[in-house]
Protein backbone atom coordinates (compact mmCIF):
# COMPACT_ATOMS: atom_id res chain seq x y z
CA UNK A 1 0.00 0.00 0.00
CA UNK A 2 1.23 3.20 -1.12
CA UNK A 3 2.15 5.77 2.28
CA UNK A 4 0.58 8.58 2.60
CA UNK A 5 1.95 11.25 3.72
CA UNK A 6 -0.16 13.65 5.88
CA UNK A 7 0.72 17.19 3.85
CA UNK A 8 -0.20 19.74 6.60
CA UNK A 9 -1.69 23.14 5.09
CA UNK A 10 0.42 25.67 3.61
CA UNK A 11 1.25 27.86 6.57
CA UNK A 12 1.79 32.06 5.27
CA UNK A 13 5.34 32.96 6.22
CA UNK A 14 5.38 34.85 8.97
CA UNK A 15 5.60 38.87 8.30
CA UNK A 16 9.30 39.75 9.13
CA UNK A 17 8.31 43.00 11.65
CA UNK A 18 10.98 45.82 10.51
CA UNK A 19 12.76 47.18 12.69
CA UNK A 20 12.57 50.98 13.52
CA UNK A 21 16.05 51.78 13.25
CA UNK A 22 15.79 54.91 11.60
CA UNK A 23 14.25 56.72 14.53
CA UNK A 24 17.30 55.76 16.77
CA UNK A 25 19.83 56.84 14.14
CA UNK A 26 18.26 59.76 13.66
CA UNK A 27 18.63 60.83 17.68
CA UNK A 28 22.07 59.44 17.47
CA UNK A 29 23.11 61.40 14.35
CA UNK A 30 21.96 64.56 16.06
CA UNK A 31 22.84 63.82 19.79
CA UNK A 32 26.56 63.66 18.30
CA UNK A 33 25.93 67.13 16.05
CA UNK A 34 24.93 68.68 19.06
CA UNK A 35 28.31 67.17 21.19
CA UNK A 36 30.01 68.49 18.73
CA UNK A 37 28.60 72.24 18.98
CA UNK A 38 28.78 72.17 22.48
CA UNK A 39 32.52 70.91 22.75
CA UNK A 40 33.56 73.93 20.10
CA UNK A 41 31.31 76.35 22.00
CA UNK A 42 33.21 75.29 25.12
CA UNK A 43 36.52 75.28 23.54
CA UNK A 44 35.65 79.15 21.40
CA UNK A 45 34.70 80.34 25.33
CA UNK A 46 37.82 78.54 27.05
CA UNK A 47 39.60 80.25 24.55
CA UNK A 48 37.91 84.23 24.58
CA UNK A 49 36.41 84.07 27.97
CA UNK A 50 32.59 85.85 28.47
CA UNK A 51 32.41 88.37 25.71
CA UNK A 52 32.02 92.13 26.97
CA UNK A 53 28.67 93.57 26.63
CA UNK A 54 27.68 95.66 23.50
CA UNK A 55 27.41 98.86 24.23
CA UNK A 56 26.24 102.47 22.32
CA UNK A 57 28.67 105.12 23.69
CA UNK A 58 26.23 107.67 22.95
CA UNK A 59 23.93 105.96 25.32
CA UNK A 60 26.50 105.34 27.90
CA UNK A 61 27.68 108.93 27.49
CA UNK A 62 24.48 110.28 28.27
CA UNK A 63 23.70 108.25 31.40
CA UNK A 64 27.47 109.02 33.06
CA UNK A 65 26.46 112.61 32.39
CA UNK A 66 22.99 113.00 34.10
CA UNK A 67 24.61 110.83 36.82
CA UNK A 68 27.10 113.48 37.13
CA UNK A 69 24.81 116.08 37.04
CA UNK A 70 22.75 114.19 40.23
CA UNK A 71 26.19 113.82 41.80
CA UNK A 72 27.10 117.34 41.40
CA UNK A 73 23.74 118.81 42.48
CA UNK A 74 23.92 116.37 45.49
CA UNK A 75 27.49 117.96 46.53
CA UNK A 76 26.03 121.54 46.45
CA UNK A 77 29.75 122.78 46.49
CA UNK A 78 30.19 126.30 46.75
CA UNK A 79 32.21 126.71 44.14
CA UNK A 80 31.59 124.49 40.55
CA UNK A 81 34.06 122.34 39.40
CA UNK A 82 37.24 123.54 37.72
CA UNK A 83 37.72 120.03 35.56
CA UNK A 84 35.62 120.35 31.82
CA UNK A 85 32.31 118.60 32.83
CA UNK A 86 31.46 117.61 29.30
CA UNK A 87 34.86 115.50 28.67
CA UNK A 88 34.45 111.75 28.62
CA UNK A 89 37.10 109.80 29.02
CA UNK A 90 37.57 106.54 27.29
CA UNK A 91 40.14 103.33 29.39
CA UNK A 92 41.62 100.22 28.10
CA UNK A 93 40.33 96.63 28.01
CA UNK A 94 41.96 93.61 27.62
CA UNK A 95 41.10 90.04 25.97
CA UNK A 96 39.65 87.40 27.83
CA UNK A 97 39.67 84.00 28.72
CA UNK A 98 42.73 81.84 27.62
CA UNK A 99 43.26 83.88 24.66
CA UNK A 100 44.62 86.42 27.47
CA UNK A 101 47.90 84.81 27.51
CA UNK A 102 48.11 85.37 23.60
CA UNK A 103 47.95 89.38 24.40
CA UNK A 104 49.45 89.67 27.46
CA UNK A 105 48.83 93.38 28.01
CA UNK A 106 47.66 94.37 24.69
CA UNK A 107 44.74 96.31 24.92
CA UNK A 108 41.78 95.54 22.59
CA UNK A 109 40.64 98.28 20.16
CA UNK A 110 36.72 97.70 20.21
CA UNK A 111 35.96 97.21 23.93
CA UNK A 112 36.55 100.61 26.44
CA UNK A 113 35.47 101.53 29.81
CA UNK A 114 33.71 104.79 29.62
CA UNK A 115 34.28 107.35 32.68
CA UNK A 116 33.48 111.53 33.47
CA UNK A 117 35.68 113.14 36.19
CA UNK A 118 34.76 116.38 38.10
CA UNK A 119 37.19 117.64 40.82
CA UNK A 120 37.10 120.69 42.91
CA UNK A 121 39.66 122.18 45.45
CA UNK A 122 39.88 124.23 48.19
CA UNK A 123 37.21 122.45 50.25
CA UNK A 124 36.97 121.95 53.53
CA UNK A 125 37.06 118.85 55.58
CA UNK A 126 33.15 119.61 57.11
CA UNK A 127 32.19 120.80 53.61
CA UNK A 128 33.64 118.33 51.90
CA UNK A 129 32.05 115.14 54.63
CA UNK A 130 28.50 117.11 54.32
CA UNK A 131 28.52 116.94 50.47
CA UNK A 132 29.69 113.35 50.74
CA UNK A 133 26.79 112.64 53.18
CA UNK A 134 23.91 113.87 50.70
CA UNK A 135 25.71 111.71 47.78
CA UNK A 136 25.76 108.47 50.04
CA UNK A 137 22.55 109.00 51.32
CA UNK A 138 20.89 109.47 47.61
CA UNK A 139 22.56 106.42 46.12
CA UNK A 140 21.58 104.40 48.67
CA UNK A 141 17.92 105.48 48.92
CA UNK A 142 18.57 104.80 44.98
CA UNK A 143 19.62 101.10 45.65
CA UNK A 144 23.29 101.22 44.60
CA UNK A 145 25.39 99.23 46.70
CA UNK A 146 28.26 100.78 48.53
CA UNK A 147 31.60 98.24 47.20
CA UNK A 148 34.30 99.98 49.07
CA UNK A 149 35.31 103.08 52.08
CA UNK A 150 38.02 105.19 52.52
CA UNK A 151 39.47 104.64 48.85
CA UNK A 152 41.05 108.42 49.93
CA UNK A 153 41.54 110.02 53.39
CA UNK A 154 37.92 110.15 52.70
CA UNK A 155 36.25 108.52 49.93
CA UNK A 156 33.29 105.53 48.83
CA UNK A 157 32.85 103.58 45.74
CA UNK A 158 29.00 102.89 45.08
CA UNK A 159 27.69 100.13 41.93
CA UNK A 160 24.57 100.39 40.00
CA UNK A 161 23.84 96.45 39.86
CA UNK A 162 21.85 97.01 36.85
CA UNK A 163 24.57 98.68 34.61
CA UNK A 164 27.54 98.36 36.18
CA UNK A 165 28.14 101.94 36.60
CA UNK A 166 29.68 103.00 39.49
CA UNK A 167 30.56 106.27 41.86
CA UNK A 168 33.79 107.08 43.03
CA UNK A 169 33.86 110.13 45.18
CA UNK A 170 37.08 111.09 46.91
CA UNK A 171 38.11 114.26 49.45
CA UNK A 172 42.04 114.68 49.36
CA UNK A 173 42.71 116.50 52.11
CA UNK A 174 46.00 118.20 51.68
CA UNK A 175 44.67 120.02 48.54
CA UNK A 176 41.12 119.91 49.59
CA UNK A 177 40.17 118.40 46.23
CA UNK A 178 36.62 116.87 46.15
CA UNK A 179 36.76 114.66 43.40
CA UNK A 180 34.05 112.68 41.30
CA UNK A 181 34.41 109.76 39.07
CA UNK A 182 30.98 108.27 37.37
CA UNK A 183 32.67 105.33 35.29
CA UNK A 184 31.24 102.85 32.84
CA UNK A 185 32.48 98.95 32.70
CA UNK A 186 33.98 97.29 29.82
CA UNK A 187 31.71 97.40 26.72
CA UNK A 188 32.19 96.37 22.81
CA UNK A 189 31.59 99.07 20.34
CA UNK A 190 30.63 98.65 17.17
CA UNK A 191 33.45 98.38 14.09
CA UNK A 192 34.08 101.82 13.02
CA UNK A 193 32.75 103.81 15.80
CA UNK A 194 35.04 107.33 15.87
CA UNK A 195 36.00 107.37 20.05
Not at 110 to 135: K, N, P
Request: charged share 25%; glycine share 8%; net charge positive.
Amino acid sequence: MPSVRSVSPAVPPRPRRRLRTRPVLVALVLGGVMCCLLAGWGAYRLWNGAPYPEVDPHVVATRLGAEAERVENDLALPVGPRSPSDRMETGACYYRGLRAFAHIDRARLDVHTFSVERETTGIAEDTARTAQERVRSRLSQQGWKLISQNVSDRGFRYENQDTGDQVHVDWYKYTGTLAFRIYAPCGKVADGYPL
